[in-house]
């Protein structure tokens, strides 16, 4: 059981207690106990006894439940409450805009205990009749469920490649002399995965046909299958949307070409199947190739990052030393600012001691550099929360919404702008604040920011999280024709969240986004320069 899991599984038992009544100090650790848990840099499974009792948050009476849970994979205490706990209302727990004690009161006092119910009881304003439940809370639910539903069945990309590869590798066995490769979705590296699609080339489909019988996974699979020299052909015809086929016009006089020379053959030039989707990649392909989109390998750092100082698993050095295996020549620190309070933002006073740590640091690398920055919150007003002597300490400053989400698009878009033009400002974090599959972002001008961005020489990120991904690859090719900046990150907040920027990078390549014009494929010195202005 990985930190995750047992993090997880602690904050729902968390819930379930607060769901069943329980008394708020204890609901309380268990909330506490979990947050704790999910930063702990090391594998707790790891560790002895006598250890786990002195984690923080822990204690000696969660202590041996995690024992038992790391040795068994379960808490008997959380499948005990499910068991109590009807289907309908643990279901209820995933529904953004109502935690675990309104959701008591829509179960126990107004017997409410299926998520159908309870949308139309809130279409029906029948919530209303319970405390706190007006007409904004039970718009948002009915909003949480329609998203929740518009989402089943649906998986992160980074979810699915894993996944994916192991049924890749079950075909494989069936046959190791046969073609097989991802297709689809899975080969576009979609940012969101509703369907496993694989090409077989084979003359005999039977075994295949077995396995997909038996195969049990949550999202649908879908097996093509192609006459072994037919195999370059269907694969470029399964991994490419309508809209790019029709102008691609293959036909079967293609059926024993490459995938190069199917384009070349009908005048058009190659595209990558990260781009296949109908979005202006032949217009693209006029001006660029495929050597000019950006790549992993052209990445020389990351520079949106979180350590111990607020709510990072990994010290400093730590994820200095992460960076420094994988070849990065710089590692920028942005911990969070101090209105992030419930990520332990930085006062002024823990800001200088952190870089005065990172100047001692940085006396102890050859050709490496930890550089000083922030993710500094924009206010509601759009001011950063820190004053203009604060700022000026940092090397750089990214500019990030994190509280007050629900705005319309005028709101959103003039609260960015005013961010964008602070003197301080150089690169927008996450733009939209989405998260996939779990709640929408707020809508923006996307052409206003655009501009206001290359207006303030501030480049517009592409968070790498998997979670995040945005700004969305759709808008990427508008701003790059513009002049935009972008800087690929991977919003670390472990040494492991690095190798995050392939995620980005992946987004970032089907949006069209060319090596140039990304701040962090540029040396220390010249990304320096960027930042001053």
């Not at 409410?112 to 279409?123: M, S």
């Not at 019988?213 to 999202?219: A, C, H, M, Q």
């Not at 500019?399 to 301080?424: D, G, W, Y």
């Amino acid at each position: 059981m990985t930190n995750k899991d047992l993090s997880r599984q602690v904050k729902l038992l968390g819930s379930l207690l607060e769901l069943h009544g329980e008394n708020s100090f204890r609901v309380k650790t268990y909330y506490n106990a979990s947050f704790q848990l999910g930063k702990f840099p090391k594998p707790i499974a790891f560790l002895p006894p006598e250890e786990i009792a002195k984690l923080p948050g822990v204690g000696k009476t969660l202590a041996p439940k995690i024992q038992k849970a790391l040795e068994t994979g379960q808490f008997q205490d959380l499948d005990e409450l499910i068991a109590n706990t009807p289907g309908g209302v643990l279901e209820m727990l995933e529904i953004k805009g109502i935690g675990p004690s309104k959701i008591r009161a829509i179960w126990k006092d107004l017997n409410i205990d299926t998520v159908a119910d309870l949308k139309t009881a809130a279409e029906n304003n029948e919530l209303s009749v319970l405390k706190g439940f007006g007409g904004k809370v039970q718009e948002k639910i009915i909003d949480s469920i329609k998203f929740i539903q518009a989402n089943a069945g649906k998986v992160l990309f980074a979810e699915a490649q894993p996944a994916a590869k192991e049924i890749l590798l079950a075909l494989q066995n069936v046959n190791p002399n046969i073609q097989v490769s991802f297709t689809g979705q899975l080969l576009r590296k979609d940012d969101i995965i509703d369907v496993f699609e694989f090409l077989i080339g084979t003359e005999n489909h039977t075994p295949y046909d077995i396995f997909h019988k038996t195969l049990d996974i949550p999202v649908t699979v879908k097996l093509y299958y192609s006459k072994p020299e037919h195999y370059n052909f269907q694969l470029l015809k399964t991994s490419s949307n309508r809209t790019h086929l029709e102008k691609l016009n293959a036909t079967e006089a293609d059926f024993l070409l490459t995938e190069h020379e199917i384009y070349q053959k009908n005048g058009l030039p190659y595209i990558i199947p990260e781009m296949r989707n109908g979005h202006n990649e032949y217009e693209w392909a006029k001006t660029y190739t495929e050597d000019d989109l950006i790549q992993t390998k052209h990445l020389k750092g990351a520079v949106h990052n979180h350590s111990t100082y607020s709510d990072g698993a990994h010290s400093l050095q730590q994820m200095a030393e992460a960076s420094i295996k994988l070849g990065f020549e710089y590692f920028g620190i942005a911990d969070h600012s101090k209105t992030a309070v419930y990520a332990n933002g930085l006062s002024v006073d823990r800001v200088l001691q952190q870089q005065e740590e990172i100047d001692n640091l940085n006396k102890g690398f050859d050709n490496f550099k930890i550089i000083k920055g922030i993710e500094s919150d924009i206010l509601n007003d759009g001011n950063l929360d820190y004053d203009a002597t604060t700022l000026s300490t940092f090397e750089y400053v990214v500019a990030s919404v994190h509280a007050q989400l629900n705005m319309n698009e005028e709101t959103a878009t003039t609260r960015l702008i005013k961010a964008i033009e602070n003197p301080a400002t150089n690169i927008l974090g996450h733009l939209t604040g989405r998260l996939l599959l779990r709640r929408n972002g707020y809508p923006v001008n996307y052409n206003k920011i655009i501009d206001c961005c290359i207006a303030n020489k501030v480049a517009i990120e592409i968070n790498a999280n998997p979670w995040r991904l945005d700004i969305d690859w759709r808008h990427i090719l508008n701003a790059q024709e513009k002049g935009a900046y972008f800087s690929i990150n991977p919003d670390a907040h472990k040494t492991e969240g690095l190798t995050d920027m392939k995620y980005g990078v992946y987004s970032a390549r089907k949006g069209g986004l060319i090596s140039s014009r990304v701040i962090n494929t540029f040396n220390t010195e010249k990304l320096l320069q960027f930042f001053h202005k």
